[in-house]
Every structure is written in C-alpha cells, then in structure tokens.
C-alpha cells in the first residue's frame, strides 16, 4: 500500500491548488485558486475560503478575487491554528461580509495498522438488492437528495465490496458507503456513515464504518473521513475505529453567505 501521508498530501493539494510539502512549518500561505469558485464534485455549494490546518501551518485557498481582501487581514495572524479560533474565524466571516461564523472540520485517515473491526448483530455487506433500501434511508434523513446520485454512489461502492449496512427486522438502520469524489478516486475514497435516529448508541456505526474501511484498505486506497469538530460522537466513533487527524479545516461558502459566486462563468 502507497504511503498515506503522500497520497493525503497529493490529494489535498489538488484540492487548495497548493502544493502542502512546499508549506514550511508555522507558515501560513495564500492561494489563490479557480477550483473557490465553483462546486467541487458531490458539494452542492462553492467554497470560496478552504482554510486547511495542519501540522502547524495552513494553506488558505481563495477565490482569486478574494485574495488582496485576505492578504492584508491575514498579516495580522503568527499562529497558524490561531485561524481555528472563533475571533479569528470571526474576522474573516466579517471581511469576506458574511453573516455566518463557520465552525471546523476534522479530516482523518486510516491506515492497516491503527485499524479495529467492530461487528453487531445484522451487519453485513450491502448488495445490489439493497440500493433501495439504502437510497430510502438516505431519504429519511436527508430529504434534498439526489436520487439518482445516490444510486450511483452505491452501486459502485457494491461493485468494489466497500458498501455495509445494518438490518434490524429486514430494514437497513445504519450504513456506510464512499461518495464520488473530484479527483485520485484509484488512490482515496471518503467513507461515511449514517444511522437513522432511533438506532444510534449501539455500536452500528462502528461496525459499518469499520468493515468499510477495511475493504478500502483491501483495495490499496486510503480512507479519509470528515466530521464537525462539535459533532463528538462522529470524531469518537472515527477515533474508535483507529482513525488519526490529518487536518482540521474551516470553509467559507459562498452562497449561503451572502458572497456572489461565479459559478457557472
């Protein structure tokens, strides 16, 4: 298996359009990059500041016309993890003329070694009989899905063997898949869970997410998650499951936010 740190670096840096092995520790840099500006693949949304801490320094992706707006607030800041504070995030929300103050995400990874197996009662790996059932729980939870994306996303995750779920009385009530994603999908795959309300707590959501990891490790891919930081029972479940923080990352976007976007240009 390649090593996961080069390929989180690789991929990342696809994403900020900055090379992060180039970024000196205690260094915050600027980037100005295209990708702000538009929705990346599987996002229903523009991100147009991706703030990605880690290791002691920080990249800060914008949108190109963003940038001289950043630059001067950004002289202010010494400590790179200083940019995950609320005044600091604050600030930026307030030049940027956003309203919302956004919160943080951790990005985790999994290697072979930190990996621990749960299994429960019901577990088992999802087959192409179930797309239904996994597209109508997704539904339960999630109104505003797409459909059709959904069953996509699935299908291929049938394919490879890296889809589990949960049955309780023939429904499924806890699953996890890997989502499409922008670009390396031969190298890194972005596992998630999700268990529907009146299930949670026993221990389902480690056994799926945890054969799902297994099976990405399988397939020589790296398995990256991410969670709010204020969601505690998504960063323990990921910690119980053997996975370790990459990075923490804060995203600024543009259409809830009252910045125009240019997507579509």
Request: net charge neutral.
């Amino acid at each position: 298996m390649p090593n996961a740190n080069d390929v989180i670096q690789r991929y990342f840096s696809q994403y900020l359009e900055r090379d992060l092995a180039t970024v000196k520790a205690g260094e915050i840099t600027l980037a100005a990059s295209e990708r702000r500006a538009r929705p990346e693949t599987g996002w229903a949304r523009a991100e147009a500041v991706w703030i990605h801490i880690f290791g002691g320094r920080a990249v800060v992706s914008v949108r190109p016309d963003l940038v001289s707006r950043l630059n001067q607030l950004l002289m202010e800041c010494s400590d790179p993890n200083d940019l995950l504070l609320p005044d600091w995030r604050t600030k930026i929300a307030r030049s940027l003329g956003m309203e919302r103050v956004p919160g943080v995400s951790h990005i985790l990874y999994c290697t072979p070694e930190n990996l621990c197996v749960f299994e429960c009662d019901g577990l088992r790996k999802l087959e192409i009989g179930d797309v239904n059932a996994f597209v109508g729980m997704k539904f339960k939870m999630y109104p505003e899905c797409d459909a059709a994306c959904l069953t996509k996303d699935i299908r291929r995750n049938i394919e490879d063997g890296s889809a589990f779920g949960v049955f309780q009385n023939d429904v499924l009530v806890s699953a996890a898949d890997a989502s499409l994603i922008a670009h390396m999908q031969d190298e890194v795959e972005e596992p998630g869970v999700d268990t529907l309300p009146d299930y949670r707590g026993r221990g389902y959501g480690k056994a799926v997410i945890s054969q799902t990891t297994r099976r990405i490790l399988e397939i020589g891919r790296v398995p990256i998650y991410r969670c709010n930081a204020r969601n505690e029972p998504s960063v323990r479940l990921a910690l119980a499951v053997g996975y370790q923080k990459h990075a923490d990352k804060v995203g600024f976007t543009a259409e809830k936010n009252g910045l125009q976007t240019n997507c579509g240009k």
